[in-house]
Nanobody, 127 residues
């Protein structure tokens, strides 16, 4: 079981920015992916953005492309989600999750592909 520690989040006004951080540890395989997922009231959990250390590539949900940026610090196994131009519809609990990858490095940025989860951070966008 991987260990996940999240930080960040809070209350901002529309158009403002927030950054979420996620530190993951306990990896036993060389390749892994870390992602941010959200669950809004009445909705299923879905993937916002993911990144892997296999090739450094990142993937984003269409609704956040151009506004959110996921990045990683390989030295500390920390992944950041920079959220700019936040809108009320971004309000949700944001969860960090991690998963170790096969040697091919393949994975899908969806909740079913991730087995270790953080507690979640509330992000509220309201005027």
């Amino acid at each position: 079981q991987l260990h996940i520690v999240e930080s960040g989040g809070g209350l901002v006004q529309p158009g403002e920015s927030l950054r979420l951080s996620c530190v993951a540890s306990g990896f036993t395989l060389p390749y892994y992916a870390i992602g941010w997922f959200v669950r809004a009231p009445g909705q299923e959990r879905w993937g916002v953005a993911c990144i892997s250390n296999y090739d450094g590539s990142a993937s984003y949900a269409e609704s956040v492309k151009g506004r959110f940026t996921i990045s990683r610090d390989s030295a500390t196994n920390t992944v950041y989600l920079q959220m700019d131009n936040l809108q009320p519809e971004d309000t949700a609990v944001y969860y960090c999750a991690a998963n170790e990858l096969p040697s091919s490095g393949s994975y899908y940025c969806g909740p079913n592909d991730f087995g270790s989860w953080g507690q979640g951070r509330q992000v509220t966008v309201s005027s």
